[in-house]
Antibody, heavy 122, light 109 residues
Framework: QLQLQESGPGLVKPSETLSLTCTVSGGSISSSTYYWGWIRQPPGKGLDWIGSIYYSGSTYYNPSLKSRVTISVDTSKKQFSLKMSSVTAADTAVYYC??????????????WGKGTTVTVSS | SYVLTQPPSVSVAPGQTARITCGGNNIGSKGVHWYQQKPGQAPVLVVYDDSDRPSGIPERFSGSNSGNTATLTISRVEAGDEADYYCQVWDSSSDHPYVFGTGTKVTVL
């Protein structure tokens, strides 16, 4: 069964770059059917899509974060990664990676990682 | 951008039926997906494409979608159903296409 696991620092200083990796196990990251995405959830708030990537490297980003976010993929390691620059306290959240069925209708997210908490603080 | 509105909370007694609404402009023309999120856990897909259930999700979870409202129905509610529930759609007219609802906290009395 496909599983996703996020990893990365739990504490990042303001103005620095947040870096997270999602490792895919139990299945292929190179499937033509799926996109791989990042979603975050600030404390006590709802879910917000950050961006998505296809195994070929095609990316889509939330316009409000686009200037600060880069998502990349390493198919040999079965990993995809998130980098977010110039972080502030507003970027404190639980970060999830997830698999979605394509990039277009229906585009639901059927497999999620357990999430990793990132706190931005000096 | 497209907005999905959910009631902040729904309370239901064990064994009764919980209905969670998700309002959006002409949402009936879109596929609606529902996620369950228990405290400290990741979201879990419980209904996709308005009314389909992923493998392993009990038949007690069902969905419908028409007009400006989609509904997730939980029949014979159990204590373990207490969670936050989020609806989600794909907004093809936006460059922020993954749209999540505001979330509903279901409390089992």
């Amino acid at each position: 069964q496909l599983q996703l696991q996020e990893s990365g620092p739990g504490l990042v200083k303001p103005s620095e770059t947040l870096s997270l990796t999602c490792t895919v196990s139990g299945g292929s990251i190179s499937s033509s059917t799926y996109y791989w995405g990042w979603i975050r959830q600030p404390p006590g708030k709802g879910l917000d899509w950050i961006g998505s990537i296809y195994y070929s490297g095609s990316t889509y980003y939330n316009p409000s974060l686009k200037s600060r976010v880069t998502i990349s993929v390493d198919t040999s390691k079965k990993q995809f990664s998130l980098k977010m620059s110039s972080v502030t306290a507003a970027d404190t959240a639980v970060y999830y990676c997830a698999r979605s069925l394509g990039f277009g209708e229906p585009a639901y997210m059927d497999v999620w990682g357990k999430g990793t908490t990132v706190t931005v603080s000096s | 951008s497209y907005v999905l509105t959910q009631p902040p909370s729904v309370s239901v007694a064990p064994g009764q039926t919980a209905r969670i609404t998700c309002g959006g402009n002409n949402i009936g023309s879109k596929g609606v997906h529902w996620y369950q999120q228990k405290p400290g856990q990741a979201p879990v897909l419980v209904v996709y494409d308005d009314s389909d259930r992923p493998s392993g999700i009990p038949e007690r979870f069902s969905g419908s979608n028409s007009g400006n409202t989609a509904t997730l129905t939980i029949s014979r509610v159990e204590a373990g159903d207490e969670a936050d529930y989020y609806c989600q759609v794909w907004d093809s007219s936006s460059d922020h296409p993954y749209v999540f609802g505001t979330g509903t906290k279901v409390t089992v009395l």
